[in-house]
């Protein structure tokens, strides 16, 4: 079956490193996407592809980058990691133009930054 | 995208349905209503959506008022397993694809 995975699902960093974390879809979805989710702020807009080679920033971007190099993945990186930055993070993508456009979850990847 | 409002929480007993207020008064005629849920722990996952229309899938029912200000999501048989926050999105379809999630509803259910 189709589906979409993060990895790691757990991560411990200290302040300063540089994190990368993962996502691949087997749907072939050309939209792909990156929030965070924090108490009291529900989910927010890091980053978001349209399809390879396109990235855009939402609302949350500072700190992070994404590279669109193929369809299935789309890898989150900080750059030098931050306290602030400790979060759930979730992947979603969704079929560009489809009669729904509904976004599919990975289960996220849960991150602290020591 | 419009703003949407909805209650912080709200409980129901196994069994019965549960009906989940959401209000959109700002709506724009081109603005889809969506419901997606987030069960503790997991990512979100759709449920359903609607213009205006009333909708029904497996999972849920989406009533939209005449004048499509407000909806409501309704569980017809609630269970312990539909415990988690239920969202309302307004947007554009065709547009971005990205969604703005609110604070949603917690919605709590009980023996």
């Known amino acids: 079956d189709a589906e979409i995975t993060q990895s790691p699902r757990h991560k411990i960093t200290e302040t300063g490193r540089q994190v990368t974390l993962a996502c691949h879809q087997t749907w072939n979805h050309n939209n792909m996407f990156w929030y965070r989710q924090d108490l009291g702020h529900g989910l927010r807009l890091i980053h978001y592809?349209?399809?390879?080679?396109?990235?855009n920033k939402g609302e949350v971007s500072d700190g992070y980058s994404v590279s669109r190099s193929n369809t299935e993945d789309l890898p989150l990186t900080l750059e030098s990691a931050a306290s602030s930055q400790t979060s759930v993070y979730f992947c979603?993508?969704?079929?560009?133009?489809?009669?729904?456009?509904?976004?599919?979850f990975g289960p996220g990847t849960r991150l602290l930054v020591l | 995208d419009a703003k949407t409002t909805q209650p912080p929480s709200m409980d129901c007993a196994e069994g019965r349905a549960a009906n989940l207020p959401c209000n959109h008064s700002t709506i724009s005629g081109n603005e889809y209503v969506y419901w997606y849920r987030q069960i503790h722990s997991q990512g979100p996952q759709y449920i359903i959506h609607?213009?205006?229309n009333n909708e029904t899938n497996e999972m849920a029912s989406l009533i939209i008022t005449e004048d499509r200000k407000s909806s409501t999501l309704i569980l017809p048989h609630a269970t312990l397993r539909d415990t988690a926050v239920y969202y309302c999105i307004v947007r554009v379809r065709g547009t971005a694809s990205k969604l703005t999630f609110g604070t949603g509803t917690r919605l709590q259910v009980t023996l």
């Open positions: 592809s349209y399809g390879v080679q396109d990235t």
């Open positions: 979603a993508s969704s079929e560009s133009g489809g009669p729904q456009e509904t976004q599919y």
């Open positions: 609607g213009l205006k």
